[in-house]
């Protein structure tokens, strides 16, 4: 009897896991696909494919300019936070010199600050640079997320790299920056993979301080949060879910395409720390 | 002009000092190998050369030039590395170009010197393909002909052939011989192997813990070790040490006590010890007589191994000691049988207390026709004449290798 | 004396030069501002008039003025927001310990399409936060929440619950989305330690024939417990600083306002520089002494396997 429960328990416990998992985002997608009276109708198969959503989400409100924000400060996001990751994670990873364990914690120490902690103070930078409501505000300000787990995680690459490498582009006449560039890396660009879309993934998510130093030029989370109807009760779920879809189908690409660098990615600097 | 000239060179890992007060001579053209056991500081002196490591005092001079400060691109140095450490996104052209790149040499001089070197190395058909496409062999020769292309005024290897299985260990030092002979360069090598240092090395530098035991002729270390390390540490196999005390010595010779009762007259120069004192005896397995002599002792043959081309006898002597014996072809002798070994007395070596050897009274091997051949006393004659032969031969045959070029 | 070649000098001049970007701009956007705004929590700062302060001392924290205790530790909203952060992340982190544990061990098993389930499993982690909190809205919505439909079908709740909008239920709102969408990560951390464990473990344990829950209790977890301390203590500090969702979630309703979100509610909407930099100080103050304790165990707990 037990023989013929465990599999069958088994497969249930794995049938409800992927249930939970992606319910909602599957009901996200029929909704989106619905409007008026219909997106009311509780019925858990989709019956309407009704694309007057998708249309309104982006007549509503500058939802194109929000999508172009985030982009631009993702990617911009990205390429400073590997920039300065892949220089620092070579002196951290490969030279040696006094207080370089102590640098390594205080950088990783950065990325447990509550973002709160930096508000007011990164306030006044933005306001004093005249980067309010700009996107080089957010570019500057999402480097506290990115930067701290970008060292990291690439410095603990540089560290795997075989030092005979560098001592052969050392006797070959190399200079620090040649070996980084010409030899190291082409031999890091997994890594690079990795934790650029990390850095991708935390700056397209970020919301406070998209919220607090960008309020009117929007990036896509706080377009979503702000999308009202005429008043409280009746918000335009049809273009919000519409909205989410557009945003996530493609991050849910990217993720189940890299889904094991990024796992790798996450759990080497959880586990190795 | 590439000499190399090391003054005193002592190296410290913070407060521990691997390299103590190293001084050498390697003059122009000289192939050098620094051969000892691991952690000997041999790979730390030859990473002092090349610049990888700072030294801590000394002086190091390439070309009569102090280098002491100078990166290892500005002292004119190539080095092959234990693991070959080629790139392994850049095929095998682009691996032998990229020091030449970074030098900003034009790009027709770099293509004629790396064809140059891949064609002394046979490398040419394998040019465009990457490191992991290349045997174990190939990726040597890529990372020799790396070192070639920069025409450098020394060449230095950390144990390259350490990674390779026996039969291209063989191969390959063959084609480092011949490259020697062929470019005329400067070359410091390192190994633990010491077949590979008796049969490339003009000069041997022997080092255990940090110090310089013995520099000489490989001939010259395995005629005349100075001390029990590198007596112990040339020839294979070891050397057999007994322990013994002097009998009777004078500036001509030593007595000296063996097992069972006999002695034997070691020719060498005794004026430093005295009757009763103790000594270890060495002679080479190779030297030993399986049918006597005048000075012998008796002993039981415990393992007869038979390789076809020589064979061995392990003879356990009177005072309890495994006394191994080597000689060619077949064994004359079984197993669980009593042997009568036979003790030369001119190739015998006594090392006193402290570890250094008695001074030989012959330097290395005379002609056997020559006076002192004919004056040498009978354990000479009776000397198995495969031991003679053994070390004029391993002389004809290093010779012969380098004419195979 | 050492004496340092040409190439170690240039090495660690270059070294620092490679540095001195990163932890410039590191700097210009952590450390300043933190010390910014810890300085701001000693006046009476107002964002309207950043220029314009005194400093106050204390009493942004505490003080008795006409009578009255005023200040944060005076505040009741502030403890409320303590009580709600540290409540929230003992619950959540237990459960996506617990649950994570769950689905880490099926993922370690091997079966047919487990890849598949691999991959369904990370789709709540690569949803962005506001966007989770969106939909969940959607169904947790009283009157057309699919939830609510579907609970009443099964007779499990005989009237619609508002979730979000209900102070007793709003709490729990948050944890059930915050669990399912942190939950993933917690699970392939602990996957990975689990994969990194010696199978001969479990193969004595098999031909032992000892049963798969003890098993799991006497061998795996004490196995994989360095890992799941990291794994928790990391979820803890991310939890302790909870913001977007609670701020979607129940939009700045005071019962479930969390201690970020109580700090920038006084700095932004109140513009109270003073105060809410006070709170945010408090926050972090609380966060580190945290991280320090963990990390001071840990080391001490390091040293003592490695002195065994």
């Known amino acids: 009897m037990t023989r013929i429960l465990k599999p069958i328990g088994f497969w249930l416990l794995v049938a409800v896991i992927v249930v939970y998992a992606v319910f909602p985002f599957y009901y996200a997608v029929l909704t989106s696909m619905r409007s008026g009276q219909a997106l009311f109708d509780p019925s858990l198969l989709p019956n309407s494919f009704d694309f007057s959503n998708y249309v309104g989400v982006f007549q509503q409100q500058p939802f194109a300019l929000n999508i172009l924000n985030s982009i631009i400060v993702a990617v911009t996001v990205v390429v400073i936070s590997l920039f300065l990751g892949v220089t620092a994670a070579y002196a951290l990873g490969r030279v040696h010199f006094a207080g370089r364990g102590l640098l390594l914690i205080t950088i990783l120490a950065v990325s447990m600050f509550p973002q709160v902690a930096v508000l007011s103070g990164m306030y006044e930078v933005i306001r004093l640079l005249g980067l309010y409501n700009t996107m080089p505000a957010l570019m500057l300000s999402n480097l506290i997320l990115t930067l701290p787990f970008t060292v990291w995680v690439l410095t603990t690459f540089m560290k795997e790299l075989p030092r005979e490498l560098e001592e052969a582009a050392f006797v070959d006449g190399a200079s620090p920056w040649t070996v980084v560039r010409r030899v190291f890396l082409p031999l890091m660009w997994p890594a690079l993979v990795t934790t650029g879309l990390l850095a991708f993934i935390a700056a397209w998510n970020e919301f406070l301080f998209a919220l607090t130093f960008s309020p009117d030029n ?16 009746e918000l335009p779920w049809g273009n919000i879910m519409a909205g989410s879809v557009i945003v996530t189908l493609p991050l849910i690409v990217l993720v189940l395409i890299f889904q094991r660098k990024i796992v790798a990615g996450l759990t080497a600097g959880a586990v190795k720390g | 002009m590439a000499s190399v000239t090391l003054k ?94 970074l030098a900003k040499t034009a790009n027709t001089t770099i293509d004629a010197k790396v064809r140059e070197a891949a064609q002394i190395l046979e490398l040419t058909p394998l040019l465009e393909r990457l490191p992991k496409q290349l045997s174990g062999g190939q990726r040597q020769r890529v990372a020799i002909g790396r070192a070639i292309v920069r025409e450098p005024k020394v060449f230095l290897f950390d144990e390259p052939l350490s990674n390779l299985d026996a039969a291209l260990r063989v191969q390959m030092r063959i084609s480092i011989a011949k490259l020697h002979k062929q470019m005329g360069a400067t070359m410091v090598y390192v190994t633990h192997d010491q077949v590979e240092a008796m049969t490339l090395a003009d000069k041997i530098v022997v080092l255990n813990a940090g110090n310089v035991e013995q520099v000489g002729a490989p001939l010259e270390l395995y005629h005349n070790p100075r001390n029990l390390f590198v007596a112990g540490f040339i020839g294979s196999p070891q050397m057999n040490f007994i322990d013994t005390e002097v009998l009777a010595s004078d500036p001509s010779g030593a007595k000296i006590a063996l097992p069972g009762g006999g002695s034997v007259v070691a020719k060498v120069d005794g ?48 005072d309890g000691k495994l006394i191994t014996l080597r000689h060619a072809g077949d064994a004359p002798v079984s197993a669980a049988s009593d042997v009568t070994v036979g003790v030369p007395g001119d190739l015998c070596h006594v090392f006193k207390a402290d570890g250094t050897a008695l001074r030989k ?44 070029a | 004396m050492a004496s340092q070649s040409d190439l170690t000098r240039a090495r660690v001049r270059s070294a620092w030069l490679f ?290």
Not at chain 1, 218 to 233: D, E, F, L, N
Not at chain 2, 56 to 75: A, C, E, Q
Not at chain 3, 86 to 113: M, Q, Y
Not at chain 3, 182 to 210: H, N
């Open chain 2, 271 to 318: 004026s430093s010890v005295r009757a009763g004192d103790k000594v270890k005896l060495g002679v080479r397995p190779e030297h030993l007589s399986e049918t006597g002599g005048e000075a012998s002792f008796k002993g039981a043959v415990e393992v007869v191994e038979e390789l076809g081309e020589s064979h061995f006898l392990y003879v356990r002597g009177g």
């Open chain 2, 8 to 101: 005193n060179i002592r190296k410290a890992f913070g407060r521990i000092e691997t390299v103590h007060g190293v001084n050498l001579d390697i003059e122009d053209k000289d192939f050098v190998v620094f051969v000892g056991p691991s952690g000997c500081g041999k790979s730390t002196l030859l990473r002092l050369i090349a610049g990888l490591e700072d030294i801590t005092s000394g002086d190091l001079l390439i070309d009569g030039r102090k280098v002491n400060d100078k990166t290892p691109k500005d002292r004119g140095i190539s080095m092959v590395f234990q693991s070959y450490a080629l790139y392994p996104h850049m095929n095998v052209y682009q691996n032998m170009a990229f020091g030449l790149e």
């Open chain 3, 19 to 308: 540095l001195t970007p990163m932890l410039f701009v590191l700097a210009l956007v952590a450390g300043w501002p933190l010390l910014r705004t810890i300085w701001f929590g000693f006046t009476d700062a107002k964002l309207s008039a950043p220029g314009l302060y005194k400093f106050v001392g204390l009493s942004n924290y505490l003080t008795y003025v006409d009578g009255r205790w005023l200040g944060l530790l005076a505040n009741k909203i502030w403890w409320l927001s303590v009580w709600n952060t540290v409540w929230f992340s003992i619950v959540s982190v237990i459960l996506e310990t617990v649950l994570g544990t769950i689905v880490a061990l099926v993922l370690n098993a091997n079966f047919k399409g487990r890849a598949i389930v691999r991959a369904a499993v990370l789709i709540p982690w690569a949803i962005p936060t506001i966007v989770s909190a969106k939909m969940w809205l959607w169904m947790l919505n009283d009157q057309f929440g699919i939830l609510n439909h579907i609970l009443m079908n099964l007779h499990i709740i005989s009237s619609p619950i508002a979730w979000t909008a209900n102070s007793s239920t709003a709490m729990w709102a948050v944890i059930m989305v915050d669990v399912w969408k942190t939950t993933p990560f917690m699970a392939l951390l602990i996957l990975a330690a689990l994969q990194m464990m010696p199978s001969d473990c479990y193969e004595a344990a098999k031909v032992d024939g000892i049963h798969p829950v003890k098993v799991f209790f006497r061998v795996t977890l004490p196995l994989i417990r360095p890992a799941l301390m990291v794994a928790v203590v990391f979820r803890a500090l991310d939890a302790l600083r909870i913001f977007d969702l609670i701020y979607v979630l129940t939009s700045g309703s005071r019962d479930t306002i969390s201690m970020s979100g109580f700090a920038r509610l006084q700095l932004i909407d109140f513009a109270k520089t003073g105060l809410g930099s006070a709170a945010s100080t408090s926050l972090f103050l609380v966060i580190a002494i945290i991280t320090i304790l963990a990390m001071t165990i840990g080391k001490v707990r390091v040293s003592e396997d490695a002195a065994k």
């Open chain 1, 218 to 233: 929007r990036t896509v989370p706080v377009a979503i949060s702000s999308m009202t109807g005429a008043s409280q009760q």
């Open chain 2, 361 to 404: 009274k012959e330097a290395g091997v005379c002609a056997p026709d020559s006076p002192e051949a004919q004056m040498k006393s009978q354990p000479a004659q009776l000397l198995p004449l495969s031991g003679r032969q053994a070390v004029s031969s391993s002389r004809r045959r290093r010779w012969t290798s380098l004419n195979m």
